[in-house]
């Protein structure tokens, strides 16, 4: 299959150190992180054009690199990383080796491609609103947001810094707490999770298919704790939690990039564009308001997300978009998407999709949230679950709306 993964303009392969833990494996990285020597692209043309080749490699590539790992190239991306669904006007969409007739979800769309395709072991990407955590669930593959800040996003292409993430894809849960381990520099033996919180109100904004393919999961989930618990986070409140992540994500966006924006006049993609004109237009008062929102679903999540707490929720709530689909359709699934990946993005709070299953004949994803900091606990989780005995099923009744 021709996967359609990397980038034309570069072709960069690195070899790593001698010796390290990830000694033997091969990666690749986002088309959004500095690699010394090339150019950033960051999935535009324009972006390519305007900045010279990067004179420092990227943290979190470099510390790739110090591990063992080799470096084998950069991948195609959404255009500015401003996108969920794998499409570039200028570059084209990457392959699903998952499911060949639909999108691989974006923006990390390359590195998804690329690691589902098994052209490397794992792979770097960038997760704002979901650009991770999507892909992961659309091409049937193990991916991590970290906690916020938890690790450097120096030497990649801003959006909405605030959200921004290093990110990381793999095919098993073994080499993705590989991977944890050394971007995150943890080297102690993680503590064990304490209870489980199943959120209902999320588990009901999944398609009914999808559900149905997480339920097993669930109940293996449930099966490793003695207290675990149905809740609900906000119930019909995070659609509003939608608007306040949209709403500073956009104004970082344009806080970001849009004085290049002006001043370059870049062609860009018409939903790119307009996802940037909404940043612009958004005011200080409506900045001022959905930051004191935000602060108030930090609070109800630190609550609810107590030491050694596990919370799972669905990563997306559908399959993949065919690939033929037209744009009202793309634009439904991230409107039905976004209530799921802005939980952990407005709380600056780590989480890993899993593949769970099938609907539709298209991969899909559950994923589990930890506290913030703790990482290494919720890589361990995740590798242990999946090493476990076959899921056992779970009540098969969709939490009621």
Known sequence: MNLDAYTRHERVKISGAEDGPLRGTVFSAKDNY?????????????????????TKTAPAVQAMLDAGA???GKTLMDELAYGLTGRNVHYGTPANPAAPERVPGG????????????????????????SIRVPASYCGLFGMRPTHGRISTEGIVPLAPSFDTVGWFARDADLLERVGRALLDESAEPPEPARLLVATDAMRLADADVYSALLPWIGRAKSFFELAYDIEIAGAGLTDWVETFRTLSGAEAWSSLGQWIDEVQPRMAPDVAARFGFGKSVSPAAVAEHTGRREAIRKRMAELMTEGTILC???????????????ATFDRVRQRTLPLTCIAGLAGLPQISLPAGFAQDAPVGVSFIAPAGEDAMLLNFVRLLTSASEPEPEADAKPEA
């Open 313 to 327: 929720i669905p990563s997306a709530a559908t399959p993949a978009p065919l690939r033929e689909d037209d744009e």
């Open 70 to 72: 080799m470096l084998l």
């Open 107 to 130: 923006s990390s769309s390359g590195s998804a491609a690329a690691v589902a395709g098994r052209a490397c072991d794992f792979a770097l990407g960038t997760d704002t609103g979901g």
């Open 34 to 54: 500095d690699i010394s020597g090339h150019r950033t692209g960051a999935g535009s043309p324009t972006w390519l054009q305007t900045h010279n080749k990067a």
